[in-house]
C-alpha cells in the first residue's frame, strides 16, 4: 500500500517541479529561427527556452562560447542541438552538472577524437559534398562554406516548402571549413542521459550514422520520415521529445 501511495503521489509532486531551461543549439548553414516551431511548442508548455547563437568557427571555440552561455543559466538545462550542433553541445556539457540531458536532431555525436567528416562519411548517402558547396575567403586562410541554392533545398531541406527553404538558403550562416577536421574532445553523453530524433530521410548526415552514434551513446531513439531540417518540418515530434527529455 505504502508503495502504491507513493507511486499515486508522484504525478502531483511532479506538477510543483521547476521546468529545465531549455537551451536550443543549431547547426552550420542555418540559425535560431530553425527552432522557432520547437521553441514556441515548448514556450506554450511552460518551459522556459533559450536559443542563441552558435558562431560557427571551431568546434573548441563553439563549444566554449556555448559553455560560457551555460554559465549564466541556474538550475537544471536540457541541452538540444541540430546536426553539427551536436558537436558542440558534446564538448560545451562535459563539465556542467546542471545539463541533466542532452537532445540531437539529426545531429552528430562524436566520441573522444572523432571529426564530423569522419562522421559524415562512415556511411554512405550524404550528399554534401565540395560539389554542393561554395568556399568564400574570409581571412588569411580562413574559408566559410555555404550550401549552394542549386541544391541547398534537395540536400538540405528537402520536405519543407520551396519558398521558405529558398529563405533558408539566402540567410544561411556559413561554418568554417575548419570545424570538419577538428578533433571532439571528451564528450558529455557519457555521463548525461541522451534522447536521439533520426532523420530518416537525411541527406547530409545518414540515418546510418545517426543510428550508430544514437546506439553507442545509449540514446533513447526515435525515427521520424524527415529531411536533414527536421526540427522545421516536423516540429511536434521535435518538441514531444524534448519534453521527454526534460522530465
Do not use: C
Request: hydrophobic share 45%; aromatic share 8%; no cysteine.
Amino acid at each position: 500500500m505504502a508503495a502504491a501511495g507513493a507511486f499515486l503521489g508522484a504525478p502531483a509532486a511532479q506538477a510543483h517541479k521547476p521546468k529545465p531551461t531549455v537551451v536550443l543549439v543549431h547547426g552550420a548553414f542555418a540559425d535560431a529561427s530553425g527552432w522557432n516551431g520547437v521553441a514556441a511548442r515548448l514556450v506554450r508548455d511552460g518551459y522556459p527556452v533559450i536559443a542563441p547563437a552558435n558562431p560557427l568557427r571551431s568546434v573548441s571555440g563553439d563549444a566554449a562560447y556555448l559553455a560560457s552561455v551555460l554559465a549564466t543559466l541556474s538550475g537544471p538545462v536540457v541541452l538540444v542541438a541540430h546536426s553539427y550542433g551536436g558537436i558542440v553541445i558534446t564538448n560545451a556539457a562535459a563539465a556542467n552538472p546542471n545539463v541533466k540531458a542532452l537532445v540531437y536532431v539529426a545531429a552528430f555525436v562524436p566520441d573522444q577524437g572523432e571529426t564530423l567528416l569522419g562522421l559524415q562519411t562512415k556511411y554512405p548517402g550524404s550528399r554534401l559534398n565540395e560539389a554542393a558547396l561554395d568556399f568564400r575567403p574570409y581571412g588569411e586562410g580562413l574559408v566559410d562554406g555555404y550550401i549552394k541554392k542549386e541544391v541547398f533545398r534537395d540536400v538540405f531541406a528537402g520536405d519543407v516548402p520551396r519558398a521558405t527553404a529558398e529563405l533558408m538558403w539566402a540567410g544561411q550562416r556559413p561554418a568554417d571549413a575548419r570545424t570538419l577536421g577538428e578533433p571532439s574532445g571528451a564528450p558529455a553523453w557519457r555521463t548525461i542521459p541522451s534522447w536521439y530524433l533520426v532523420a530518416r530521410d537525411d541527406q547530409v548526415l545518414p540515418a546510418a550514422a545517426q543510428r550508430f552514434m544514437a546506439q553507442r551513446a545509449g540514446s533513447q531513439v526515435r525515427e521520424v520520415a524527415a529531411s536533414h531540417v527536421a526540427m522545421i518540418s516536423q516540429p511536434d515530434v521535435t518538441a514531444e521529445i524534448v519534453k521527454r527529455a526534460a522530465r
